[in-house]
């Protein structure tokens, strides 16, 4: 028996300061917070859940049905959880809790698409603590044209304590970092996830696409119909991923007035809840935006 504790067996010490939140309709509507100074060993995201919400399973306790009597139906609304801004690759009875994890529950329509890989309403996550207790190496790549927001860009990643490195837009960070990109959508028109985003959201998981040659951006709604289009200084803030990478996120827009003001929207205060966040000067525009918007 000690040398199973050896082994590490058993519920472990536990670790600390994981947060969790409950929303729905991207965000939109917030149900419940709990912030956890401690949590412990082996905690789960599905035990972290049941400790502080109503909740009840289904499939072998494998899938959240509803949380605080509220469920998904027939109709293409459910229950997604996202770890540190990533969607989790497993259910959350498997999915361990790790120190700083940033843990969010959304039920949300999927008639759009059933894979929304990143969001950015975790920020600073997951370039703080990264995913499965990993955090990652994390670069900043910046097109010429846009020196201004990118060093507003750099400077919040100083200000929220993420270490980086600089590079020009194309440079090789390899498979295994994050990536934040700023630049026009001309300058990121060669990059393959921007190119996912203008093919909607069943192939990003993002509700916003960029139109008439990159000069006009569609905002989407849940169902990934357009409901709004904003042209000259549009900005954009988005984060996806592809074949299981880590997320690459977007600081864009159709001008360098554009790339300016979503640069000046990466705050934690700016993007809370978002799932993506558009902007044209002083306004802001979550999404998928809703067509009463």
């Not at 504790?5 to 947060?19: I, R, V």
């Not at 910046?142 to 507003?152: E, F, L, P, Q, T």
């Not at 996912?196 to 040659?213: D, E, H, K, M, W």
Request: aromatic share 6%.
């Amino acid at each position: 028996m000690l040398a199973l504790a050896g082994c590490g067996l058993g519920p472990g010490p536990g670790t600390s300061n994981a947060t969790l939140r409950v929303t729905r309709a991207f965000g939109s509507s917030r149900i419940g917070e709990v912030a956890a100074r401690k949590v412990p060993g082996s905690e789960t995201v599905i035990r972290m859940l049941e400790r502080h919400f109503r909740v009840s399973l289904r499939y072998g306790g494998g899938f959240v049905e509803s949380i605080d009597g509220q469920s998904g139906n027939s109709s293409q609304l459910d229950w997604f959880y996202y770890v540190n801004g990533i969607e989790a690759p497993m259910g959350g009875a498997v999915t361990a809790v790790h120190q700083g994890d940033q843990i969010w529950w959304d039920l949300h329509d999927w008639s759009a698409t059933d894979s929304v890989p990143a969001v950015v309403g975790s920020f600073p996550e997951p370039f703080l603590h990264g995913s499965g207790g990993r955090r990652y190496p994390v670069t900043v790549e910046c097109a010429n044209d846009v020196s201004i927001a990118c060093a507003r860009v750099s400077g919040e990643l100083h200000k929220v304590g993420v270490p980086f490195a600089s590079q020009v837009i194309g440079g090789s960070s390899g498979s295994d970092s994050l990536a934040l990109v700023v630049g026009t959508t001309r300058d990121l028109a060669p990059e393959i996830l921007s190119q996912l985003i203008n093919q909607g959201p069943r192939a990003s998981g993002v509700y916003a696409r960029f139109t008439a040659g990159g000069s006009a951006l569609a905002l989407l709604g849940p169902h990934g119909q357009v409901v709004r289009t904003l042209k000259s200084g549009a900005g954009l803030i988005a984060a996806t991923t592809q074949n299981s990478a880590p997320p690459t996120w977007l600081v864009t827009g159709t001008n360098v007035a554009g790339v300016s003001a979503a640069a000046a929207a990466l705050t934690p205060a700016s993007l809370r809840d978002h799932f993506a966040l558009a902007v044209q000067g002083g306004d802001r525009f979550p999404i998928p935006l809703e067509p009463t918007s």
